[in-house]
């Protein structure tokens, strides 16, 4: 069974402030990871994905890789209370030989970013 | 920006009937994805959809559940004789091989 853990939270920062979201998998042959936040009562919406060790930054976002540690991570810089949200961890598992496959989600972490 | 639409927003039905839930996933996106989420809880797979038939399905999509593309737009999840344990959010999602978008999803409420 193929899993993918998260804190759940809930994790409060002020605003202006980094928040740090961390995410393990278990699974070794993972080549894909992604960063969705979901507001309540709404869908997934990707933020971020990553594909190789090391950091990769976008706007405000940056996504973390370390396979060896099988560890996933998302800092966000100068938070927002818009940033008030769950974010779900998902790794893709690929359909036999295939560049696709199927996402599998960690449980997800509930920040708050407070005024 | 194209998206992926679903209907209907929220879906009420009684155990046992057969509902059928749409999508219309992003016009150039050949993978097509079927998740739901029950309250409080993961974002869980249901299949994958490529190339007109199943590439992929959970244990969770049992005979009760199929999917269908009845046309070059739609996508569609139908459940055949609804329980009460499968009241949730579904989401479909679509890929161009690479990044997996969301739909606005389905609340499918089973009394």
């Known amino acids: 069974q193929k899993e993918v853990e998260q804190n759940s939270g809930p994790l409060s920062v002020p605003e202006g402030a980094i928040a740090s979201l961390n995410c393990t998998y278990s699974?070794?042959?993972?080549?894909?990871f992604f960063w969705y936040r979901q507001y309540s009562g709404k869908s997934p919406e990707l933020i971020m994905f990553i594909y190789s060790n090391g950091d990769k930054e976008d706007g405000r976002f940056t996504a973390q890789l370390n396979k060896a540690s099988q560890y996933v991570s998302l800092l966000i810089r100068d938070s927002q209370p818009s940033d008030s949200a769950t974010y779900l961890c998902?790794?893709?598992?690929?359909?036999?030989?295939?560049?696709?496959?199927?996402?599998?989600f960690g449980q997800g972490t509930i920040l708050t970013v407070h005024p | 920006e194209p998206e992926v639409t679903q209907t209907p927003s929220h879906q009420v039905t009684q155990m046992g009937q057969e509902v059928i839930l749409r999508c219309v996933p992003i016009?150039?996106?050949?993978?097509f994805y079927w998740y739901r989420q029950i309250l409080g809880q993961k974002v869980e797979f249901l299949v994958s959809f490529y190339n007109n038939e199943i590439s992929e399905k959970s244990e969770i999509f049992d005979d009760q559940f199929s999917v269908e593309r009845p046309d070059g737009s739609n996508f569609t999840l139908k459940i055949r004789s609804t329980k009460l344990e499968d009241s949730a959010m579904y989401f479909c999602a679509s890929s161009d091989n690479r990044l997996e978008y969301f739909g606005p999803g389905t609340r499918l409420t089973v009394t």
């Open positions: 699974d070794r042959g993972s080549q894909s």
């Open positions: 016009s150039n996106h050949l993978y």
């Open positions: 998902a790794v893709l598992t690929n359909a036999g030989g295939t560049s696709y496959g199927k996402l599998t």
